[in-house]
């Protein structure tokens, strides 16, 4: 499965940005899916994940209430909503799908080549 993250951008402090997530297969579909970021020097951290009925979500501590995950299976593509992003939200944000043992790990079988994100103040 190929993973192809889209959608970053610059924005300032407030804004709103929606990343998406499109595979290659149909198998997408049958996978949970996350999304992590990593900024310069920090490990890849835990932003959002959902299983693959759109029946759980999770989501990192600093994103819960500002970002929101979705998916729609019928176009193999998975989203994150960002809003009232922050420039600690500033980073590259990677999908990943099918996690080897829990959703909130970055371990996971397929990876996107991420998407940039910068949040001005």
């Known amino acids: 499965v190929q993973l192809q993250a889209s959608g970053g951008g610059l924005v300032q402090a407030g804004g709103s940005l929606r990343l998406s997530c499109a595979a290659s297969?149909?198998?997408?579909?049958?996978?949970?899916v996350g999304w992590f970021r990593q900024a310069p020097g920090e490990e890849r951290g835990f932003v959002a994940a959902?299983?693959?009925?759109?029946?759980?979500?999770y989501y990192g501590d600093s994103v819960r209430g500002r970002f929101t995950i979705s998916r729609d299976n019928a176009k193999n593509t998975v989203y994150l909503q960002m809003n009232s992003l922050k420039p600690e939200d500033t980073a590259v944000y990677y999908c990943?799908?099918?996690?080897?043992?829990?959703?909130?790990?970055?371990?996971?079988?397929?990876w996107g080549q991420g998407t940039l994100v910068t949040v001005s103040s």
């Open positions: 297969s149909t198998t997408f579909s049958t996978y949970t």
């Open positions: 959902i299983s693959r009925s759109s029946g759980v979500t």
């Open positions: 990943a799908a099918n996690p080897i043992r829990t959703p909130t790990r970055p371990e996971y079988d397929y």
